[in-house]
């Protein structure tokens, strides 16, 4: 993995602590709320994809950005 060659690093990296703490947040303090596993989920599922597309852009290898893809 070439990490410093990745484009928009910084903004994905900032966009994953975001994520966490938008959910411990949502965990936090709507648990008793209606439909604040839907919320969960969601925010739960961008940061999946947040690191997903960190992953894809790291490596290298054409067969491991497909896999990430």
Known sequence: MIWQHIPYY???ITLIFVSLIVI??????SRLKKYWRIR?????GSLSWFVA?????????????LFWS
């Open 10 to 12: 910084k903004e994905l």
């Open 40 to 44: 969960l989920f969601i925010a739960a």
């Open 53 to 65: 597309k960190f992953l894809e852009l790291g490596f290298i290898d054409t067969e491991i950005k």
């Open 24 to 29: 411990t947040i949502i965990y936090k303090s």
